[in-house]
């Protein structure tokens, strides 16, 4: 490693997201300047599965189970369950750098889409599970958007979670829809994707219980309409009418908490997850510590469960001869093709 990234290994704290396999995770992240430009994902039911496919490839790339999502003018929610410790963050790198993509493509334009980084709270407990699970589904009919969350023409799982169905992706080839577009600026995108299925996992609750969770499914989307049966909606075609281009005055934002429980031992919970976060960072900083004292000798120097390196640190390693591919694996990253 040289020497601007041992000073920075020494110099900056360690990453402070612990990552759990097999734990449920709610994540988000806005827009840059609250941009609705995910309306564009709302034009056609053909851009929402490019959506959805965006995330069912990083899903199944980097063994992410996804259980429930909506996608907003300005900003998306996912219900996810990784299976490795790097899950979470390979998921949403892939999901945000696509969909930017797609973005700039659709819309004609340049620049960056989402801002950096992404909120995520650990949900500890099924109770917690279960009312993100509501919060996450009623996002367009508890904002005033449409009556049903269904209606939402932008990404949502509404149909697929009551009836269990698998969701609708698209893939699509972005270097032949580029080339197309050159030769005829009006070309469909149709013919240029490619569909696959993207299955839904259970909460934590009713895993290998598919029957009664469509069931509480129905129940809970039914209650959420019925508790906004009163309201006036705006509905799509005003939503619609802002444009994708458009920047809100003023955007709602509360920080994330790291994690969340709501059961009976909720207090227990919580404090388990701190104390065990904390001395999870602390082992972090003393791996980073041992990698910049020993440099190539540390072999043996690990991240905790949960824990990753940071990016700085990982690609640095992935240049030294010998410890590279042993690293590279550790960080999550497939091996380098032979030169």
């Known amino acids: 490693m040289g020497c601007r990234t041992l000073r920075r290994a020494t110099t900056r704290a360690a990453r402070r997201r612990r990552c759990v396999p097999g734990r449920v995770y709610h994540v988000s992240s806005r827009t840059l300047f609250g941009e609705y430009t995910q309306q564009l994902m709302a034009q056609s039911p053909d851009h929402a599965a490019l959506f959805w496919g965006a995330v069912g490839r990083a899903a199944l790339r980097y063994r992410v189970d996804l259980i429930a999502?909506?996608?907003?003018?300005?900003?998306?929610?996912?219900?996810?369950?990784p299976w490795t410790a790097t899950g979470l963050s390979q998921l949403m790198q892939y999901v945000k750098a696509r969909t930017a993509e797609l973005v700039n493509l659709l819309g004609r334009r340049r620049g960056a889409v989402w801002t950096a980084g992404f909120a995520s709270t650990a949900l500890l407990d099924d109770a917690a599970e279960a009312i993100i699970f509501r919060y996450v589904t009623a996002h367009g009919t508890k904002d005033g958007l449409v009556a049903r969350p269904e209606a939402w023409?932008?990404?949502?799982l509404i149909d697929a979670l009551r009836t269990g169905a698998p969701v609708r992706a698209l893939?699509?080839?972005?270097?032949?829809?580029?080339?197309?577009?050159?030769?005829?600026?009006?070309?469909?995108?149709?013919p240029y994707t490619s569909a696959f299925s993207v299955?839904?996992?259970?909460?934590?609750?009713?895993v290998g219980r598919s029957a009664a969770y469509r069931a509480w499914c129905n129940t809970q989307i039914d209650d959420l309409i019925d508790a906004h049966a009163h309201r006036q909606f705006l509905g799509m075609p005003a939503v619609l009418a802002k444009g994708w281009q458009h920047r809100p005055e003023t955007l709602k934002y509360s920080a994330p908490k790291p994690f969340m429980a709501a059961g009976p031992d909720r207090a227990r919970l919580i404090a388990e997850a701190t104390a065990a976060h904390r001395a999870g960072v602390e082992a972090s900083?003393?791996?980073?510590?041992?990698?910049?004292?020993?440099g190539r000798r540390a072999a043996a120097a690990q991240q905790p469960e949960g824990y990753q390196w940071t990016p700085f640190v990982a690609h640095a390693l992935c240049d030294a001869v010998g410890l590279g591919p042993l690293l590279r694996a550790r960080a999550g990253h497939p091996p380098r093709a032979a030169a």
């Open 69 to 81: 999502g909506v996608a907003l003018s300005n900003h998306f929610h996912l219900v996810v369950r």
């Open 153 to 156: 023409a932008g990404p949502q």
């Open 171 to 190: 893939i699509l080839d972005f270097d032949a829809f580029r080339a197309a577009r050159r030769r005829d600026p009006r070309c469909p995108i149709g």
């Open 199 to 206: 299955r839904l996992a259970p909460l934590t609750a009713f």
């Open 285 to 294: 900083c003393a791996a980073i510590a041992a990698l910049v004292e020993n």
